[in-house]
């Protein structure tokens, strides 16, 4: 089933409401930072990637994938991802998935 269009615009309306979707993304960012660092760390990176593997069905990443999204998703190239590269990151996949679906 496919989103119908009136359906596409009322998630991305939803999405891009900071007040609707900020918290929402805040908590997984949460849940994710496992050392409560305030970061997410190449650990905390690959575990989420693996986990998000067992959901889609698709074999856990290498270290080789964890290093390239974390070079990828790492706008400050500090090492680690922050909460506002994180909330980019989620905002920009679904509404790739909304324009997609």
């Known amino acids: 089933m496919s989103m119908t269009p009136e359906m ?10 900071e ?19 305030g970061e997410i760390d190449k650990n905390e ?3 989420l ?11 856990p990443p290498t270290q ?4 390239g999204e974390l070079k990828r998703l790492d706008v400050n190239k500090d090492g680690k991802i922050s909460k506002k590269e ?3 990151l989620v905002k920009d ?5 909304v324009e997609n679906y």
């Open 93 to 97: 996949l679904v509404l790739l998935v």
């Open 49 to 59: 990637l693996a986990e998000l593997g067992k959901i889609l069905g698709i074999p």
């Open 8 to 17: 596409r615009e009322n998630v991305k309306k939803q999405v891009l409401d």
């Open 64 to 67: 080789e994938d964890i290093d």
């Open 19 to 37: 007040s609707n979707f900020g918290p929402i993304v805040d908590n997984l960012f949460s849940e994710t930072d496992k050392d409560n660092s």
């Open 45 to 47: 990176l690959g575990a």
């Open 86 to 88: 994180f909330r980019d």
